[in-house]
Every structure is written in C-alpha cells, then in structure tokens.
C-alpha cells in the first residue's frame, strides 16, 4: 500500500459540476413564494457557487431581506434541489483526473454548498465514494473566502500546504485558496 502525502482539493459548484441550472431553478421556486423574480443571468454570473447569505438579502430587498425570510427561502431552497438534478452536468474530464490521481492524493471537496444538497448530487451521479474527505459550509465556521475548509483538509490528513493542490472556478474560492498559500488550478470554460 502506498502511503500518501499528497492533497487533492475539489470544490463542487461549477467545478466538478455545473449546477448554474439547479441552483437557479430551487432558488427561482422559493424566491417565487416571496414575490421575488430571479433572473438567469444574473443568478449565473453573479451569485451561483456563493454562499447565499452574500446576495440574498439583496435579491429579496430590505423589506422582506430579513435574516427569518432568507433563512426560511434558504431552506425551502435546499428541499427542492433534488427535483432539478437532471439540468446538473457532471465535469467528466476533472472526475477522470480523480481517478488517476487516487492512488498518489488524498481526495478531498470543500464547498459553499448545504450538506443534503453536496450529498443528493453526489449520490445522483454516484461518485460519492470518489472523495475520502467532504466539507460543506455546514462543517465550517468561516465560508470562503476564509481558507478554513481548505485549513480543515490538509489538517485532517496531516499534510503541508507543499503538497496540497486546489482546483476551483469561482473568485471566493481562488482568494480563499491563495490565502491559505496553495497552488490553484482554475477551472474555466466548464461552467
């Protein structure tokens, strides 16, 4: 058995699947019970793969931007997630990267994503089992761009940010990985 020293770092959203679809058509749902219109573009360009307490207050304005009513939307959000996973589209070429680079790295994702919508898109694709390590935003205090998830990883397998590697698309991911001084492979033209 090969002992590894090596760390693999992968976020989810819009890196190893493109999930503007998804996202967009919960939140579009629970934001409609809100009266609040959510338009695709902008969803895509500016908020997708962020942690929603950034920009949800904005969408829904102040009267009704309330931490109850994002909290409630959020929530409603992530109950209907699992009804449009057939718009998500898997990154087949980043996956095949995984399974070379299983047998040398620690495979590990950090994402912004909740917990039970990483684990319905994992399992509906079945590559749950492609990751010894998952950390969402439910296992972290400080959500990117604060390293922290990135910090857990290499401290759960012991190893030294030399040796760690990150692959992310969206900015909050890259400046969380710069600051946790880790070499980072920007996906791009994926999602």
Known sequence: MIMKNRLAIFDLDGTLFDTRKV???AYKYALDKYGVELDYELFASQFNGRLYKTYMGTLMGDVIG???NI???HNLKIEKYSQF???AVINDSLFSMIDCMKDTYHIALVTTGATKNVYQILDYFNVR???ELIITQ???VNKKPDPEGFLKAMEYFNVSRENTIVFEDSDVGIEA???AGLV???VKGYS
């Open 129 to 131: 089992n492609k990751f």
């Open 23 to 25: 996202n967009y058509q």
């Open 66 to 68: 309330t931490d109850e």
């Open 138 to 140: 439910n296992d972290v």
């Open 177 to 179: 990985a710069k600051k």
């Open 85 to 87: 996973l057939n718009d």
């Open 71 to 73: 909290e409630a939307a």
């Open 184 to 186: 980072t492979y920007i």
